[in-house]
Structures are given as structure tokens and as C-alpha cells.
């Protein structure tokens, strides 16, 4: 606001333009100047002179403040220039024709009959006179001022729109509720009677069932009887069979008590192998002629894993014999191979 009374009395916005600019600026009014035969002298000083005047013909400043309340009047008493250079122009309330104009604008966008839409800007309008009127006597009974603007007006309108169209969605739900309602009776009123007249069609087709269920209940009990018998046939072959699961559960018991003599052996090799390290494996590929039971041992091993020989010559007794500790060798190489 002070840059503006600033601009009111003087004219100029200090700093606006940086000095290169500013000299720019003169520059370019020295023609026009000397076409108007302004500046006799042609400084700096003048020629910007002339152009703020130039600018002040072109330059037109609207200003808008709302006289509710006491900011109006606080900053007529800071700013003066507000008052004295300005030509002001007081808005009044609106006719009835303005209301009448604005609200069939914003009520046009509105998707209604003419009819309806006629009656709805009668109502907007007498909305906003009977406000008016309320807020006059509000004044002369009370002496205090309620203002009623043409903003309030457009916020009339607005709100009477935005409560226009949620009770349309609303009454929209409803309806659509109603009706998925009444088409979901209708269908199944419609399956129902579907189902009633199968039940009757199924009518003689169930007689003739339970006379037919009756005829396997005379059968069912001739086969109960040959049942029991079969049963007692049964009884003797699961005697029989009783034996040999006794039998069975002797030589499970010998085969446990000789699992239980071979467990000790089966830990002990356990944690033999437990106690193989890596530089042992390392140590053990590197021997160049393994004694025979480190072949054989790695033959066992190489056998466990799926393992196949190399055949290959043998010097000594010139036939193709099977090489266990090759395969040994690559086997031992894996690095999963001691986990």
C-alpha cells in the first residue's frame, strides 16, 4: 500500500528499472519527445519525465475494496491518495432486472424446464430482496448494519445450485435402489414360478422313484444277508492274516535289536567324518599314487555319488581297466563336496 500511495503522489515505482534499462528507456523517448517538441534539453531526467507522463496517459488502475467493516475507512486515513487521486465510483444494490439477468446466466447451466427454471430465478430473487428488506429494518430497529452484497447474491446462487444437484444425485441413488429392487422381485418371482412348475412335472417321476426304492429295499436285505456271510469268511482270513503280522512283528523286533547293535557303528562313522577338514580332502587329491585303501574308499564314495570310472590301459597287465581315482579326484574338487 505505501508503494502505491507512492506511485499516486509521485508517479514513479522507485527501482523498477535497473540503471542499464532506465537508460534504455530515455533513449527511446528522445524521438518521440523531439516529434512532440518535449525536452528542450534532452536530459536523462526529462526524457524519463516524459515517459512516465506518457505512461500515466496509458495507464489505467482499478481498485476494488469492500466498504463492510472498518478497513476501508483506516486505510483512507493512511493513504490518502486513495481519495484524492481517484475517481470513485460507488456500486449500488442491483435492480431487479441485473438479479433477474444474473441468475438466468447461472441458472442456464442448469439442465431444467423453462417452467421450472422460470420459477427457480423468481425464487433466488425474492430470496435476496426479502434479505434486503429484513436487513433494512434489522438497521432501523437495531441500528446495526448486516450487509447484503451482490456477492451474496452469486453465493445464493451457487449454494442453491450445489444443494440442487446432491439432491438429484440423491434422489438419483434412491430411484436406481428401487428399481434394481423391483427388477430383483420380478425375477424372482418369475424363477420361482419356474421352480414350482418343475416340482410339479417331478411330481410322477418322485411316485415312481419311491416305488422303485422299495423294490432295492427288498434287494438291499437279500444282500445284507449274503453280507454276513461274506463276513464270516472275513473273520477267518483276518485270523489267518492276524498270524502273519505276528510274525511280521517278530522280525521287526530282530531287525530293531540288530539296528540298535549297529547304531553305535553307524555314530562312530559319523563323527569320523566330522573330523575330515578341508586340508585333509586337499592333502588326499594330491597324492599322486593313493595307497589301495584310499582308492577303495573313494571308490565307495564315487559309487554313493553316482560316480562312473574312467577305463584306461593299464601297463602292467595291458588290458583296459576301470580308473576309480580320477572321477575321486574331480569328485573331491567340488567345493560342496566335504558339506
Known amino acids: 500500500m505505501e508503494d502505491l500511495n507512492n506511485i499516486l503522489n509521485t508517479g514513479e515505482v522507485p527501482n523498477i528499472f535497473p540503471a542499464d534499462e532506465k537508460v534504455d528507456v530515455q533513449e527511446m523517448m528522445r524521438k518521440p519527445a523531439k516529434e512532440e517538441e518535449r525536452c528542450p534539453e534532452g536530459t536523462p531526467a ?29 486505510r483512507i486515513r493512511d493513504f490518502p491518495s486513495i481519495v484524492n487521486c481517484t475517481t470513485i465510483d460507488w456500486f ?35 430470496f435476496h430482496t426479502s434479505t434486503e428488506r429484513k436487513a433494512q429494518q434489522f438497521k432501523d430497529e437495531l441500528k446495526r448494519v448486516y450487509y447484503v452484497t451482490p456477492t451474496s447474491y452469486l453465493e445464493l446462487i451457487a449454494t442453491f445450485k450445489a444443494l440442487l444437484g446432491d ?33 410339479e412335472d417331478l411330481q410322477p417321476v418322485l411316485q415312481e422313484e419311491n416305488a422303485k426304492a422299495g423294490e432295492q429295499l427288498v434287494v438291499v436285505a437279500r444282500e445284507a444277508e449274503a453280507a454276513n456271510k461274506i463276513a464270516e469268511a472275513i473273520a ?22 540288530q539296528l540298535a547293535e549297529a547304531l553305535p557303528a553307524l555314530k562312530a ?28 574308499v573313494t571308490k565307495v564314495v564315487c559309487m554313493l555319488f553316482g560316480k562312473t570310472p574312467i577305463k584306461e590301459m593299464n601297463p602292467e597287465t595291458q588290458r583296459r581297466e576301470e580308473n576309480w581315482w580320477k572321477p575321486s579326484v574331480q569328485m573331491m574338487i567340488d567345493p560342496k563336496f566335504l558339506t
Open 46 to 74: 526529462q526524457l524519463f519525465a516524459f515517459f512516465l507522463e506518457r505512461c500515466k496517459k496509458a495507464l489505467h488502475v482499478v481498485l476494488c475494496f469492500s466498504s463492510i467493516g472498518s478497513s476501508l475507512r483506516n
Open 92 to 126: 449500488s444494490l442491483w435492480p431487479p432486472d441485473a438479479l433477474e439477468a444474473v441468475a438466468v446466466r447461472f441458472l442456464g447451466e442448469v439442465a431444467m424446464a423453462a417452467e421450472v427454471r422460470d420459477s427457480c430465478v423468481t425464487m433466488v430473487q425474492t
Open 167 to 199: 439432491k438429484r444425485k440423491e434422489i438419483a441413488a434412491l430411484r436406481d435402489r428401487y428399481s434394481n429392487g423391483y427388477d430383483c422381485l420380478v425375477d424372482t418371482e418369475g424363477k420361482v414360478n419356474t421352480m414350482q412348475r418343475e416340482l
Open 236 to 257: 477267518v482270513e483276518e485270523a489267518a492274516a492276524q498270524k502273519i503280522a505276528d510274525s511280521a512283528n517278530a522280525i521287526k523286533t530282530d531287525c530293531e535289536t
Open 269 to 296: 562313522a559319523q563323527e569320523a567324518v566330522k573330523c575330515i577338514s578341508k586340508g585333509d580332502i586337499a592333502e588326499l587329491k594330491n597324492l599322486a599314487k593313493p595307497p589301495e585303501d584310499v582308492k577303495l
